[in-house]
């Protein structure tokens, strides 16, 4: 990883609408301070330590950007009985970490040099468009203050040059503001649609990726599952940034094909955090059909390795297709050759899960 700029210039992406997210800690249960640790930056550390200093015992790793602790997994040292903060209470909002200011806007990452910073889904999220919290104005002073930017740098992220980065972020930033601008009034695969360049070959592409899936989405008017896949779009495509944008979108469009039949089977509205949570799951297999009809010349595995299939013609399919593609044969001609006529939708779902992990495995192999 390269020099970074001085901390004071360090620019900021916030992967979410701006003032859109919103939370309220006494519905939440402290969720967040129950046996996750506690993270402080490097000038921090000194100042919660002459306060508390029977904490030195609990750290676990310590450097020049800073020191991890642990605490009980009932809930932090400094969790009170009302779920609230006894560093706070005691000594100000000033005094806390700065990781636990900002939360739940601490999910950081990077891209090059410029912070990337996710909303903490571990956090019950809920929309509140124009009056929520996450002021990206704010959050950006906040941060500079607390001195977390340190920690946020040394992130895992992709290296690559600054004018590259920004114009990632730029890139980036546009999509996220559209999402934001179209929350009450459009439908999610309304944005989708004007993003796609090619729109026959996304159609096409969407229906033969949602057959072999076996999903069937119902066709709805407008809901609030639209505003809830219009809000989480940004963030999850950070998971997926060095993707094509075309694999984005069509990443993007099957987690919400997914959802919609998901939403269907439960008599509560789904939450953002619950959302986020369902997709993450299955962001594999999304990244699997994203990659369309395509030639996949790959090493052949050993034969059985981790295949566990009730069904042995499953088993026979599975390995048919890995054969298939180290021959140079197409993703979705192979898998429709292969796959048994009758399997149900468990199998069906293993099937893809386990498909596409070995493949993500395979390609891994070929890089290293």
Not at 19 to 33: F, P, Q
Not at 75 to 103: I, M, S, W, Y
Not at 205 to 212: T, Y
Request: one cysteine or more; glycine letters at 6%.
């Amino acid at each position: 990883m390269g020099k970074f700029p001085e901390v004071e210039k360090t620019e900021f992406y916030f992967a979410f609408p701006d003032r859109m997210y919103h939370y309220e800690c006494a519905k939440c249960d402290a969720l967040c301070c129950r046996g996750h640790g506690i993270g402080t930056a490097a000038k921090e550390t000194p100042g919660l330590l002459s306060r508390y200093p029977e904490l030195a015992w609990t750290v676990t790793k310590s450097s020049r950007l800073g020191s991890n602790f642990t605490n009980p997994a009932g809930g932090c040292f400094f969790l009170t009985a009302e779920n609230l903060c006894q560093v706070e209470q005691d000594h100000g909002r000033e005094a806390k970490p700065g990781v636990c200011v900002a939360f739940p806007f601490n999910d950081f990452s990077r891209v090059g040099d410029v912070v990337v910073v996710r909303p903490h889904f571990l956090c019950p999220l809920r929309l509140l468009p124009g009056n929520g919290a996450g002021n990206h104005a704010e959050l950006e002073t906040m941060l500079h203050k607390t001195g977390v930017i340190s920690r946020a740098l040394a992130q895992p992220g992709p290296d690559m040059a600054p004018e590259k980065a920004r114009e990632l972020v730029r890139r980036e930033e546009a999509f996220r503001d559209r999402c934001g601008a179209a929350i009450g009034l459009r439908s999610f695969d309304e944005l989708l649609e004007q993003e796609v360049e090619n729109k026959k070959e996304f159609h096409d592409w969407r229906e033969r990726a949602l057959r072999l899936w076996g999903i069937s989405p119902p066709t709805v008017p407008r809901d609030y599952l639209d505003d809830i896949l219009l809000a989480l779009a940004p963030p999850l495509r950070v998971r997926i940034l060095l993707l094509s944008e075309q694999n984005r979108l069509r990443i993007l469009s099957l987690a919400g094909a997914y959802l919609r039949s998901m939403a269907q089977i439960t008599s509560r509205p789904l939450t953002l955090q619950g959302a986020h949570h369902m997709i993450v799951n299955v962001l594999g297999v999304l990244r699997f059909f994203a990659m369309g009809n395509v030639s996949q010349r790959l090493p052949l595995p050993e034969a059985t390795q981790g295949v566990d299939f009730q069904n042995p013609e499953l088993t026979l399919a599975f390995f048919q297709v890995l054969e298939e593609l180290q021959r140079g044969r197409k993703l979705f001609d192979t898998i429709e050759e292969a796959l048994p006529d009758r399997v149900n939708d468990l199998e069906r779902a293993i099937f893809f899960h386990q498909l596409a992990r070995r493949i993500r495995e395979l390609k891994r192999s070929l890089r290293n």
